[in-house]
């Protein structure tokens, strides 16, 4: 490190040109959450256009969505490797690259590719960065941050439902396209705006230091190993396992596998991936619904505007409950009931008639969806922590793929099949309740067994001396019975008729 960076503090700066950060973070994440459930909009023209069925078309923003999240290991091993601001512009491109070539397909399944692969992919580049950049510039804020750069889907979401409305009406589905992949590029400009932190540096290198000399220490050891060894093992078979080795270690570089055997993180991953198959088909068909009913074009789309407004207050704010110290400690807990209380509202989604309903519906679906929108990624970091963080998000969004990308499929199945749209509804409302309900029982076992666990680890650190008493008890017994053995007095009496002839001669 130069002499000008040796004073400076290398933990978070929690301000300054994070706040620069937090509004880059703002763009790209709302792109990435908004802009799979703003092309509902456009699904009932693009289902006549093409002649297909609910579950057809809903498989473009399911896959578009599995994707984004399906993609998150890669995205994360770019970002460990590259950095944040290369990989969110790089995203910018595929964004804009997808959906201007989606403005050209002439079947379904183009657009699945089009929209849904190459488009995904793109989000995908661009959510993970963000959140991680976050953690880096954020420690005592982070939850205010994390909540402020949530923000960033209801304010999109707010201003493309409308906005997508308009573009249909005056250039139909496929000039809309060509108009939203340039919107699209201004990912690329958010990305610009991730400065890497100068502690970053400090660390990798101090890192590669390490692991240099953990390289050297086990080269040295595997060449005492080689050379006490009685029997010599082919070199074919050696440099396979090398490489075997290498490869492993080159994985766990970028992707933390021994979190599967944390607690609070496999607790984390089973509830997520169950309310994942709940979470964004009721956003898909709320539009679709509405028009359904009889609702006109604009009113339906307005629904989505009215659940954005609600989100954009009750994610920042829901940051700042999270932060305070009531709430932080047991945060987990808030979590929980807000999945729950996601899904109640769409288990009562089915007893609003008429606008009015769906309105009042559309504000407390808000309400919940922000909340457990804020608080998706904070959760996470407090079970495992900054610096296994990037590994978490990457192996718990390709586990969410799946449950994401049957979410609103099954929904349109269901639709296709009873012909009502409030089976899907309560699909959803009932898989989230359980998943909530599941969370919460399962961190309350969580919390009770950590606390166990540093009650026993205060007790050992308090008596150390007992501990060390028995060790040594132990040793100078072992040595005792080694030296002064009866298997060992034949040897004694031998060495001693040695000394005796080595004197004679």
């Known amino acids: 490190a130069s002499p000008a960076n040796a004073g400076r503090a290398t933990g978070p700066p929690d ?72 990989v969110v512009i790089f995203g910018g491109l595929l964004c804009g690259i997808g959906m201007v070539s989606a403005a050209f397909c002439t079947s379904i399944l183009q657009l699945y590719i089009c929209v849904g692969f190459i488009t995904g992919f793109g989000l995908a580049l661009n959510l993970q960065p963000s959140v991680i950049i976050i953690g880096k510039y954020f420690l005592k804020r982070r939850p205010i941050a994390n909540g402020l750069a949530m923000a960033g889907s209801p304010v999109m979401l707010c201003t493309l439902a409308p906005l997508n409305q308009f573009l249909f009406d005056n250039f139909g589905w496929r000039g809309s396209f060509l108009i939203l992949g340039a919107i699209l590029l201004n990912c690329c400009v958010a990305g610009a705006l991730f400065r890497p932190i100068g502690a970053d540096t400090a660390s990798v290198k101090t890192q590669v230091t390490e692991e240099g000399k953990a390289a050297l220490k086990e080269d040295i050891t595997k060449d005492a190993m080689e050379m006490s060894s009685p029997t010599n093992v082919p070199t074919e078979t050696k440099t396979e396992e090398e490489g075997r080795k290498d490869c492993c270690e080159k994985i766990n570089q970028y992707l933390d ?106 504000i407390f679906f808000g309400l919940a969806f922000g909340m457990v929108c804020a608080m998706l990624f904070e959760t996470l970091m407090d079970l495992v922590g900054a610096a ?32 009502d749209y409030k089976y899907m509804f309560i699909k959803c409302g009932a898989v989230m309740v359980l998943a909530g309900t599941f969370l919460f029982i399962m961190n309350y076992y969580n919390y009770r067994m950590l606390a166990k666990e540093k009650k026993e680890r205060k007790a050992k650190e308090e008596d150390p001396k007992s501990v060390r008493t028995e060790n040594e008890g132990r040793n100078n017994w072992n040595k005792e019975t080694t030296q002064d053995g009866p298997e060992l007095e034949p040897l004694k009496e031998e060495r001693e008729g040695l000394k005796k002839d080595m004197n004679g001669t």
């Open 388 to 419: 296994r963080f990037t590994s978490a998000v990457g192996l718990v969004t390709i586990a969410e793929c799946c449950t994401i990308l049957l979410g609103p499929p099954i929904g349109g199945t269901l639709i296709d099949t009873f012909g």
């Open 257 to 362: 596998f021994s979190l599967f055997k944390h607690r609070g993180f496999l607790i984390y991953l089973i509830g997520n991936v169950l309310m994942f198959l709940g979470f964004f088909a009721p956003i898909v068909f709320l539009a679709p619904y509405a028009k359904h009913i009889g609702i006109d074009e604009y009113s339906a789309a307005f629904l989505l505007s009215i659940l954005a407004i609600v989100d954009m207050v009750a994610r920042p704010t829901t940051g700042i409950i999270a932060n305070s110290k009531w709430v932080r400690p047991r945060i987990q807990y808030f979590f929980s009931f807000s999945i729950a209380f996601n899904g109640m509202c769409h288990l009562l989604c089915p007893l609003a008639s008429g606008y009015t309903g769906l309105v009042v519906y559309s």
């Open 15 to 86: 301000g300054g040109w994070g706040w620069v950060v937090v509004f880059g973070a703002f763009i790209s994440i709302g792109f990435a959450y908004a802009f799979p459930k703003g092309l509902a909009i456009f699904f009932k023209e693009i289902q006549d256009f093409f002649g297909t069925s609910y579950s057809e078309i809903a498989w473009v923003s399911s896959i578009m969505l599995a994707t984004t999240y399906g993609a998150g290991p890669i995205s994360s091993i770019l970002v460990n490797r590259y950095g944040s601001r290369p």
